[in-house]
């Protein structure tokens, strides 16, 4: 199938970008790297009456460190990211979860900023930014907010921005001295995960002084389970707290099951990733500490 009929624009900054929002409203959709929107647009499952361009606007590719934080503008390519030094060295959980994004070709035209405000839950990046507590930039007609990933992610495919609000930024609290781990299950290489997790640790000594779980395909938005983080911080992290955090996570998540998966079958998947992906993350935060000793 093709597109529906659509007038297209292309604007070149941030401010008149926010002037066709608000004159287009819920009638206009941005193309960043058009990897969710060309899809549905080919179907008509989207059918706007007007296209906005994205990828000439300026200012909106970049990756900065500012008073602690990693701030990616939200046209940064996944593949730029993927690439970043700055990324390798100060967001491992962000280089662990690229990788896993689709194919090479779709983290080449894909951006940072276009995944997060897709906000798919099956996603990588939605996930990541839920376990690093990281928050996003938003300008629209009423000026600049700050949302935190729970603020965000409201539902499926559904945010916080409003009509005429765009995604500029996406920041991160550094990590480089914390173990991090992504993982996940897909049918095959560059598909949708079944279920996938996100897990930092930060230790003091053989002690979990902090643990982060954020989960993908489990929700209608990015998973945290505080009680599960909660079962090792405090301890050390062995095979019987790895056991107990199981349990809890597979009693307190209530995933849907589709054709893909039944809901049992995510719940043990689940359980199975968290151990796994927070032994990691605990393993290569032994390995950071005994670097910097």
Not at 4 to 18: G, I, K, N
Request: aromatic share 4%.
């Amino acid at each position: 199938m093709k597109p529906a009929p659509f007038q297209y624009v292309a604007p070149e900054s941030v401010e008149e970008t926010v002037a066709l929002l608000r004159d287009h409203g819920a009638d206009g959709k941005l193309l960043a790297g058009g990897q969710s929107l060309v899809p549905l647009l080919n179907m008509r499952l989207a059918r706007p009456s007007v296209i906005i361009d994205l990828n000439r606007v300026r200012g909106l590719d970049y990756i900065r460190q500012e008073n602690g934080e990693i701030a990616i503008g939200a046209m940064t390519r996944q593949r730029a990211a993927e690439r970043s030094a700055v990324v390798a060295r100060r967001l491992p959980l962000l280089a662990d979860a690229l990788p896993l994004v689709g194919h090479l070709q779709i983290r080449t035209r894909g951006t940072v900023g276009g995944s997060i405000a897709h906000a798919d839950p099956s996603a990588e990046l939605p996930a990541v930014l839920a376990a690093l507590d990281g928050t996003v930039i938003v300008k629209g007609s009423g000026g600049t907010r700050r949302l935190g990933a729970r603020e965000f992610f409201i539902s499926y495919l559904t945010t916080a921005l409003r009509p005429d609000e765009l995604l500029v930024e996406v920041r991160f609290p550094a990590h480089e001295q914390h173990g991090t781990a992504f993982l996940e299950v897909a049918r095959r290489h560059g598909d949708y995960a079944l279920v996938g997790v996100g897990a930092l640790v930060t230790l003091a000594g053989d002690i979990c002084a902090q643990a982060r779980l954020a989960f993908t395909g489990v929700g209608p938005v990015p998973v945290r389970i505080q009680d599960a983080e909660a079962v090792v911080t405090g301890k050390a992290v062995t095979d019987g707290t790895l056991a107990q955090l199981r349990k809890v996570v597979t009693h307190q998540i209530d995933p849907t099951g589709d054709i893909h998966a039944s809901a049992e079958y995510r719940k043990e998947v689940a359980g199975v990733l968290a151990q796994r992906a927070l032994r990691a993350a605990t393993e290569r935060a032994k390995m950071k500490q005994m670097g910097t000793r």
